[in-house]
């Protein structure tokens, strides 16, 4: 009896998924399924071609030299398939149609969503998916069709336009902090990002000026960091455009502390695409509107 060899598109985003993210668990949760789904779909696909592609062991998947072999024949069939998709993105002429978009939950609340109303009256047939999320999206993939980073991208077929730069300020409740005196960094109660994004700079420089038993508050969403300043909790580092629009005004500090958060790079907003899509109408439609928006924004002092 001879082997079913079939072989869909969806196999080959399952390997490549394996193979970017070295685990089941991170691959199923990549694509959008359940671990035990992929499992069970990478055993039936290994058993279609009759190769082992991974080893298998608690510490996640170890490619084989099987698949290091077939891995450049894996990659081309990729590339043709998203030029493929690109390609059909093209014909478009009108704007309308679903943009996907991914950002940081604190610029999808404060920036896009006032946003919207003028943006959807402008262009009605146009319509909108947003991933307000810290997690990364890859571009190259079409996981999503324009991003709002906090860095521009060193890497990939992409363009890249930076929305607005503005300053990292420390940050608290009126009611904290009218009339107070300057305060030492260290001696704040403090609102921080909790360990799973211990990696971003705001976290990092937290960190290093400020003990650990001072945090009274981690989060992983800036919404509520900033909503739990305005309670008065306690200081936050936010970009002063997001504190004063959640109600917050910068705290007093000691001019050796006040240096030090002087020092941080402003922080920056890039808006990025991948460059077969800059000129799809509806993905243009937003790339030109938000450019447009944001700098007349800073322009009158709204930003």
Not at 18 to 43: F, I, V, W
Not at 169 to 183: E, F, I, L, R
Not at 200 to 206: K, Q
Request: proline fraction near 6%.
């Amino acid at each position: 009896m001879a082997r079913d060899r079939t072989f869909r598109w969806d196999d080959l985003a399952l390997l490549m998924a394996c193979r970017r993210a070295g685990t089941l668990t991170a691959a199923a949760q990549n694509l959008g399924l359940d671990p035990a789904t992929a499992s069970r779909r990478l055993t039936q696909l290994e058993t279609a071609l009759d190769v082992v592609l991974f080893h298998r062991s608690r510490d996640g998947l170890v490619e084989t030299a099987a698949l290091q072999a077939l891995v450049p024949m894996a990659e081309a069939a990729e590339a043709a398939m998203l030029r493929f998709v690109q390609a059909a993105d093209g014909v478009e002429t009108e704007v309308q149609g679903t943009v996907r978009m991914s950002m940081p939950p604190g610029v999808a609340d404060t920036l896009l969503v006032p946003l919207l109303p003028r943006l959807l009256a402008r262009h009605p047939q146009l319509r909108l998916e947003i991933d307000a999320s810290t997690g990364y999206v890859d571009l190259e993939r079409r996981e999503a069709d324009l991003v709002l980073r906090s860095h521009r991208p060193e890497h990939g077929d992409l363009v890249a336009a930076r929305l607005l730069e503005a300053r990292l300020a420390v940050m608290g409740a009126p009611g904290n902090v009218d009339n107070a005196p300057p305060s030492e960094l260290a001696a704040l109660p403090w609102i921080a990002w909790d360990h799973l994004l211990a990696h971003l700079p705001e976290a990092r420089w937290l960190a290093a000026n400020v003990p650990d038993a001072n945090i009274v508050l981690r989060s992983s969403a800036l919404a509520v960091q900033l909503a739990a300043a305005r309670s008065g909790v306690g200081a936050v580092l936010a970009v002063e455009v997001q504190g004063r629009h959640a109600g917050l005004v910068p705290v007093p500090l000691m001019a050796a502390d006040q240096a030090k958060v002087d020092a941080l790079p402003p922080g920056a907003l890039w808006l990025v695409c991948h460059r077969a899509l800059r000129d799809v109408p509806r993905v243009s439609a937003v790339w030109n509107f938000l450019r447009d928006e944001v700098a007349e924004m800073q322009r009158t002092g709204v930003l």
